[in-house]
């Protein structure tokens, strides 16, 4: 099973990402956490010793953005490191060079495109 974590300070993505992925979580093929914030997502992967093997990032958020948790997660988690995504709003060059320089895996879009996401994802298990 593939435990994935999404931080993003908007709520509703939970709803989305639930209902977008009811079949692969009824299956037992996926499993999400959700963190509103990127100190709620460290606190995650403190708590849970590192479970998630991809972690699904918002650049922009209040307090600690998408980028500042990359770089805490590039430099403290690597046994094994966990494939991190960031999400950015579209055209935002400035943000993905950043967060392709603190070593992001890969990127994806708002809105996010969830047939990209699934494909990317069965890539990964």
């Given at each position: 099973m593939m435990k994935i974590l999404v931080v993003d300070d908007e709520t509703?993505?939970?709803t989305l990402f639930e209902q977008r992925f009811r079949r692969e979580i009824?299956?037992?093929?996926m499993h999400f956490d959700f963190a509103f914030s990127g100190e709620q997502a460290l606190q995650y992967l403190t708590e849970h010793e590192q479970e998630a093997?991809?972690?699904?990032?918002?650049?922009n958020m209040p307090g600690m953005s998408g980028l500042e948790l990359l770089g805490q997660i590039k430099s403290k988690y690597f046994k094994?490191?966990?494939?991190?995504?960031?999400i950015t709003a579209y055209g935002d060059a400035e943000n993905?060079?950043?967060a392709k320089q603190l070593g992001a895996d890969d990127f994806l879009?708002?809105?996010?495109?969830?047939?990209?996401?699934?494909e990317k994802l069965k890539t990964l298990i």
């Open positions: 509703d993505v939970q009824k299956n037992g093929e093997v991809l972690i699904l990032s918002d650049i094994p490191p966990p494939v991190v995504m960031m993905f060079n950043t879009t708002k809105p996010v495109d969830f047939t990209e996401l699934k």
